[in-house]
């Protein structure tokens, strides 16, 4: 019978011919364990932690932006450009707009769903962040190009974070090469 899990007829006993009614005698069969309640997910690779963390990262500074304290002269923050006096953790000027390319840079999260999204979303961060850099260098932070507003110390984090969505990136991309089965 269908009963015990096995399915099909029991196996016949010695005799040749299972016992009438299907059913062999003798010691009854323990039933299959029961199946996990939940599968394992599948390992995560470097290069989707590292974007996981920086997503987090930037999430946290967005949210932070917003939350007076975290944002020093919060009752100063302007929707976007230089008119913003606030300044996240006393030392980084941020308007309603920079909080909001934080947010958007909290895709890392999202990204770090699969392997080639977490590539991009580190190395075009890089990219995109090693911009923001050089435009923050080079502008005069007093005029109206100055939008987003960054200040010398956003400059410095800006060329960090450049410099970290870089080689987290890098360092991913050799962890897989290293773990293919071609090994590099």
């Known amino acids: 019978g ?14 040749g011919a299972g016992a009438a009614g ?12 029961p199946a996990p309640a939940r599968v394992p997910a599948a390992r995560r690779s470097l290069m989707q932690i590292f974007a996981a963390g920086m997503g987090a990262a930037f999430l946290l500074a967005g949210v ?14 302007a929707f976007i450009g230089t008119d913003s006096q606030a300044r996240l953790l006393g030392l980084f000027e941020v308007s309603v707009v920079h909080n909001i ?36 260098f080079v502008i005069d932070r ?30 991913g991309l050799r962890a897989a090469r290293a773990a293919s089965p071609a090994g590099g």
């Open 2 to 15: 269908a009963r015990g899990g096995g399915g099909g007829a029991p196996p016949p006993g010695p005799g």
């Open 22 to 33: 299907g059913r062999r005698p003798g010691p009854r069969r323990a039933p299959p364990p």
């Open 64 to 77: 932070g932006g917003f939350i007076p304290g975290i944002t020093s002269d919060y009752d100063k923050l």
């Open 101 to 136: 390319v934080h947010l958007l840079f909290g895709v890392g999260l999202l990204a770090a769903a699969r392997y080639t999204s977490a590539r991009a979303y580190l190395f075009g961060g890089g990219i995109i962040y090693l911009a923001l850099t050089v435009f923050g």
């Open 142 to 171: 007093n005029s109206d190009v100055n939008f987003v507003p960054v200040n010398s110390n956003d400059n410095y984090l800006h060329l960090g974070l450049s410099l970290a969505l870089l080689v987290l990136g890098a360092v």
